[in-house]
């Protein structure tokens, strides 16, 4: 039975109250990334998060916090209307599907996503993604995008959520900070972007591609910076669409590095502030 706690607190002790629902079964990937996009939400994980996404014009849906949570959320608590529930640890991880260490989550409303034309206007710096269908790795290329200057992000149909609990979390809500649209046709897409002025430099480990350093992109004007999902890279087509092969020279016999590590690397190579070596 629920009962309202002052200050606009409400404590829940059964697991299958409804007003959880945003909350449930969020280890159930399959079923979450077909729910949380057809329902507009997405879930923030961790107090930082939580104040990134409110930071960034996101509506709150509700909260759901463990008891020593309340307190530390309170400057939240006070500014958004939305209802909190607080719960047992045990109940939250009855609710969820696991042990919820960091205590706070957040039931956030999505915002319609800008088209890939609007993006391309202005920007100057762009990544553009195929098939990087993993959590962890759109999250970490999120991240050291927003560290390292790129203006946007462009996702082929077939790429993760980048506002995915996993997604958001590893990204520590840097996928707020990098505007980011879907390319409905792909990889026929990649005309449009070329034809606003961008460079298209594919991301490979081939022989035949040159280095980041030969090519100097950090001195184009327009630079799009493909990459390809781990394992696969870019598939024969999206290759073939690129103005530019480029690869990170490697030493040591490795041949390639985690598509977010190797991201991270190219994306300091095009950042146009970076030092001439």
Request: charge should be negative; hydrophobic fraction near 45%.
């Amino acid at each position: 039975m629920a009962e309202a706690e002052p200050r606009g607190i409400i404590t829940i002790d059964d697991p299958d109250d409804p007003r959880l629902s945003d909350y449930t079964g969020l280890t159930d990937v399959e079923l979450r990334r077909k729910r949380e996009p057809a329902e507009g939400l997405f879930i923030a994980e961790g107090e930082k998060v939580i104040r990134r996404a409110k930071l960034a014009g996101y509506e709150m849906r509700s909260m759901l916090l463990s008891a020593k949570w309340v307190d530390v959320m309170r400057d939240v608590i006070d500014e958004v209307p939305a209802p909190v529930y607080a719960v047992a640890p045990d109940l939250a991880e009855q609710v969820t599907g696991y042990h919820v260490h960091r205590g706070a989550l957040a039931s956030m409303q999505r915002k319609p996503l800008p088209t890939s034309d609007e993006l391309l206007t202005t920007a100057r710096r762009v990544v553009v993604m195929e098939s990087v269908n993993d959590h962890t790795n759109i999250g970490a290329i999120f991240r050291s995008a927003a560290a390292l200057g790129m203006d946007a992000v462009l996702l082929s149909p077939d790429c993760a959520d980048p506002l995915y609990r996993r997604s958001v979390k590893v990204s520590m809500g840097a996928v707020f900070s990098v505007p980011y649209a879907r390319l409905d046709a792909w990889p026929k897409s990649l005309e449009t972007v070329r034809d606003a002025g961008f460079e298209l430099l594919a991301l490979t480990p081939a022989e035949q591609a040159k280095s980041l350093d030969e090519v100097a992109p950090h001195r184009m004007d327009r630079v799009a910076l493909m990459l390809g999902a781990e394992g696969e890279g870019l598939s024969t087509k999206a290759l073939m669409a690129a103005d530019e092969w480029v690869r990170i020279p490697m030493a040591h016999g490795v041949d390639s590095l985690n598509v977010g590590a190797a991201a991270a690397v190219a994306f300091y190579a095009v950042a146009t502030g970076r030092p001439e070596l």
